[in-house]
C-alpha cells in the first residue's frame, strides 16, 4: 500500500470516535513510525478521542509495564504535540472521574519518584479510557510479554475502556510463538490490518527531499537501488549535508559520483542482507575477472550485473576517501579535496571531449543548414574544446577550413598551440601525433616542429653515445654537439661511464662510415685520441681498447704495478 493510502487510513482512524483496532505491518526502517506521528501531529486537536497516548513496546516484559507506560505517556488532545511530562501527567490523573482524591498526590510527585510508580499500576491504568493509543515495536517486545497479551490487552481496551489502538510492527520479523499468536488473534481483534511498503519514489520523497541538487540526485541513485529503508536514506541525506560545504562549485559529474557512491556503501553497511557486500564493493568489483566463471558466485555475479548496470565499474581514489569519510564519521579536508579535484578535472575533460564529438556528429550528421552557420558552431567547440582535441582530429579540421574558409587556417592553428602549450614534448612529435594520418597540413608540421625543438634539454655525451649504440641513429643537433666536445671531455666521459661497452661502441660508430664529414671527423679525433689515452695506462687496458678497434702501437707501457 502507498504512503499517501496509508496515511489517508490513519487520519481517518485517528479523527474517528469510535472505538476501533488497526494494525500497521512494514519492513524495518520504512517510515511507519514517522508516517504514524507525522498523520497525528497534522490531526491535532481534531483527534476523535479526548485523550492520545504513543508507547514503544521495545524491551517491555510484562503487561503491568505496557499499561503503566500507556498512562505515563498519556497527552490531552490539546496538547498533542507536546511531550509527555509531569504537567501533562498531572492533567490525565486530575481529569479522571472517581479517581482525583485518592490519588491527587501523583500531581506533587517529582521525577525521580517515578521508579515507584509500578506498584500503583492497576489504580493509574484506571484513568486510560476513551482514547487513542499507538502501540509500536510489537516484534520488539522482550519474551517476557507475549503477542497473545499485547493482542488482548488492545482488545480489552477497545471493548471495555472505548479506546482505538494502532499495532505498529514488522510481522515479517516474527517467529516461533509470536508467529503462531499473532496469526491466530489477528482476524479476531484487529479491524483493518493495513501494509506498510512504500515505492522507492515514496521514501526518498520522505527521507531525502528533492528540493535541491543533492536531494533529486540521492532521489535518483536509491530508486535505482530499489532503497526503501528511510533511515538508511536518512544517513545518506546527512552525509550529503556534512559534505556539501566541501564540494562549492563541482562539476555536476564530481557531484553525481558522490551521491552515487555514497548510496551505495550506506545501502551496503546498513542492509547488508539485501544489498553488494563492501568486499565485494571495494576488494572484486572491476579488479577481478570472472573470465572462467570461477572467480565470482552466483550472489557475486547478480552483484556484478547490479552494480554495472547502476554505473559503478570500481573503486576509485574519491570513492575510497568516500568510503573513509563514512567509516571514520569524518572527512579527511585535505584528502578529500585533493581527490576532488583530480576527479573534477578529469570530469572536466571528459565533458570537453563529448562535447566535441556532439560537434563533430553535428557537423557531418545533416545536409541542412549552410556552409557559415556550421563552421560557426564547429568553431565555437573547437575554442571550447581544444585541450581535448586530437592532433589527428586538428587535422581534420584543419582540412575542412583549407576547404571552407582558408584565412582561418592559421588563426586556428595558432590557437590550438596556444590551449595546448603545457603538453609534453611528445605531444608534438609529428611521428607518434599523426601516425594514423597520410597527410599531414605543412602549417602544422611547422607549429609541432617549432614547438619540438623548443623542448631542448641540455645533453650530455653519455646519453648521446648510449642512444646511438643502442638505435643506430642520430640527429643533426646531435651531431653539432658531439664533434664540439674535445679529447679531454670523451676521455672523462669514457672513465666515469658505467656502461663503457654501450657508450663506446656509440663513440666508434661513425669509423665505419666510408664518407664521413667534417663533424663525423672531429669525432673520430677526439674518441680515439680519448681511447689511446686509456689504452696507456695499463696493460688491461690496452686489452680492453683493442676490443673496439682501435689500432695501439706494440710498444711497453709504464705501469703503476700493472
Sequence with gaps: MTIDRVKEEIRRFASSDEPEIICISGALG?????????????????????????????????LDQVKYAIFESTVPRDRISAEASMSTLADVVGAAEGITRKYAWVTNLVPGLRTYFATATPAFFLTVRNQLICLDDLERKSRGLSIGDVLGLASLLKEEKGCSVSILLNKDTLDGVDKEQFDLYLEKVVDRFLIFDPSPLEASALGAPSDDI??????????????????????????????APYTKNLDEVVKR???????????????????????????????????????????????????????????????????????????????????????????RREGLVRQWHEAVDEFFGTFNGGDKD???????????????????????????????DPDSVSELIDFYMERNADKPADFFDIGNAFIMESEVHEKIVEAFYLKKISFKKEMSIEEVLRKISQNDVWSQDEMAFLSSKDE???????????DVRNIV?????????????????????????????????????????RRFGIAIESKETTEDGN
Excluded at 572491476?286 to 552494480?307: C, M, P, Q, T, Y
Excluded at 554505473?311 to 564519521?329: H, Q, R, W, Y
Excluded at 679531454?488 to 658505467?498: G, I, L, V
Excluded at 685520441?529 to 680492453?544: C, D, H, Q, T, V
Aim: hydrophobic share 40%; glycine share 6%.
Design 30 to 62: 520504512v517510515g511507519k513510525t514517522y508516517a504514524w506521528k507525522s498523520c497525528i501531529s497534522e490531526t491535532g486537536s481534531n483527534l476523535g478521542m479526548p485523550r492520545y497516548s504513543y508507547t514503544s513496546l521495545f524491551g517491555l516484559s510484562s
Design 214 to 243: 543533492w536531494g533529486s540526485l540521492i532521489s535518483e541513485f536509491c530508486v535505482y537501488l530499489k532503497i526503501k529503508n528511510i533511515r538508511t536514506i536518512s544517513h545518506i541525506r546527512k552525509f550529503c549535508d556534512y559534505i
Design 257 to 347: 559520483q558522490i551521491v552515487q557512491t555514497s548510496c551505495l556503501i550506506f545501502w551496503s553497511i546498513k542492509q547488508p542482507n539485501e544489498s553488494p557486500s563492501l568486499e565485494f564493493i571495494v576488494e572484486k568489483k572491476g579488479k577481478v575477472l570472472d573470465i572462467d566463471g570461477s572467480a565470482f558466485s552466483e550472489v557475486e555475479r547478480r552483484w556484478e550485473e547490479l552494480l554495472d548496470n547502476y554505473g559503478f565499474f570500481s573503486m576509485d581514489s574519491l570513492d575510497s576517501a568516500i568510503l573513509k569519510g563514512i567509516e571514520s564519521g569524518y572527512i579527511d579536508e585535505e584528502l578529500f579535496q585533493g581527490e576532488v579535484a583530480k576527479n573534477e578535472s578529469a570530469a
Design 374 to 404: 556550421a563552421l560557426y558552431n564547429l568553431y565555437y567547440y573547437f575554442r571550447e574544446c581544444a585541450e581535448v582535441v586530437s592532433p589527428g582530429y586538428l587535422n581534420g579540421v584543419i582540412k575542412i577550413v583549407s576547404d571552407l
Design 488 to 498: 679531454s671531455e670523451y676521455y672523462d666521459t669514457f672513465k666515469s661511464a658505467r
Design 505 to 545: 661502441s656509440g663513440a666508434v660508430r661513425f669509423r665505419n662510415i666510408i664518407n664521413p664529414s667534417d663533424e663525423m671527423e672531429k669525432i673520430n679525433a677526439a674518441v680515439e685520441g680519448a681511447l689511446m689515452r686509456i689504452a696507456e695506462e695499463s696493460k688491461l687496458n690496452r686489452l680492453r681498447v
